[in-house]
């Protein structure tokens, strides 16, 4: 009877079958070089043994892995899943895998997936930072495996970074609704230690500011999080405010739809009585009860052009590749939102 107590090894399947660790190895890896009856016999006792080869064993004798890793700040939010669909795709045509992994906007998450990678000794790691300090990351650095920051600017210098010009956004926004007419706006932002949070609201001043209106015009209402809940429960704070504003910009779409949410279920009219534009366009952005204006990102050219990079940089040709940062341009898609005026 076999032990399954633990795993089967190739020198386990050699005396089984009766041949050298050698030729089993040959079959494994070169089987060309086998004859056809000790290939089908050899591959015979794999098959009843269970035998599975170790990849990340032969990984570590060839100095490679096959594996990158992507960490995310939410994989509840469908623009991360966009992001890995992206390098996904640019991983498996180079014969690669990806393992991604969520820590959820938490720094103390982050540190622990960073270790664990380095444990494993991955090929590289895609991230969208937690920890608005960078120490994580410089941690991880000193463990000699590549990085590239994800919808982020790498402002170190460190590593190649694929990001959104997020100040262009913010303004698209904003222009936006002042060429509806709005003049009072609330901007329902994120955890402010995101730089994505506050270059959106930088981009939101700029527009006002060529509108000839003063930043006053603009409320913010900080988020403790980036998802639905966090967006219902700014909503129901806009509903409170004494002087409420005609338009609010929101930081990510599932804050937006959450605002949605709390407005309709006042009563309050969208766009008549309240435009809403959001950020990403999302797939939910579209499909909306009303539909979301929204700034769009090119969330799977992000992921695919990081895994390039990547690729580029633990590749054949490593030694000729230079730190890139690789900044998109966002659109705005205009729906229903705010299709009204005030």
Do not use: W
């Not at 005609?246 to 435009?275: H, I, K, S, W």
């Amino acid at each position: 009877m076999t032990d399954t107590a633990r795993s089967v090894g190739i020198k386990d399947v050699a005396r089984e079958a009766g041949v050298s660790v050698g030729t089993v190895s040959n079959v494994i890896n070169q089987p060309d070089r086998v004859s056809p009856a000790t290939l089908q016999h050899v591959r015979g006792v794999i098959a009843r043994l269970g035998y599975v080869r170790s990849e990340s064993a032969r990984q570590l004798r060839a100095g490679h892995s096959r594996i990158m890793a992507l960490l995310v700040l939410d994989m509840g939010n469908p623009f991360f899943v966009d992001i890995a669909r992206g390098a996904e795709r640019t991983a498996r045509a180079a014969g690669l895998g990806v393992m991604v992994c969520n820590s959820d906007q938490n720094p103390r998450d982050e540190a622990d997936y960073l270790s664990l990678f380095a444990e494993q000794r991955v090929r590289g790691v895609l991230v969208t930072p937690a920890d608005p300090s960078g120490t994580n990351l410089r941690e991880f650095r000193r463990h000699g495996i590549p990085s590239v920051l994800v919808d982020r600017v790498a402002g170190d210098g460190a590593g190649c970074s694929v990001s959104v010009d997020d100040v262009v956004g913010g303004s698209l926004a904003i222009r936006h609704l002042t060429a509806t007419g709005h003049r009072t706006f609330a901007y329902v932002s994120g955890p402010s230690h995101l730089q994505q949070v506050r270059d959106r609201r930088e981009g939101a001043l700029l527009a006002l500011a060529e509108a000839g209106l003063p930043a006053s015009a603009l409320r913010e209402l900080p988020a403790e999080r980036l998802d639905v809940a966090s967006g219902r429960d700014a909503g129901s704070r806009l509903l409170g405010l004494p002087d409420r504003p005609t338009a609010v910009f929101c930081a990510n779409d599932l804050l937006a739809l959450g605002v949605l949410q709390a407005l309709y279920a006042a009563g309050v009219r969208v766009p008549e009585d309240m435009a809403i534009v959001g950020y990403d366009d999302i797939e939910f952005a579209a499909a909306a009860t009303v539909p979301l204006t929204s700034v769009r990102q090119p969330a799977v050219t992000l992921g695919a052009k990081a895994a390039e990079l990547l690729l580029e940089e633990t590749g054949d040709r490593a030694a000729d590749h230079r730190h890139e940062h690789v900044v998109l341009q966002p659109e705005l898609v205009v729906r229903r939102s705010t299709l009204a005026g005030p």
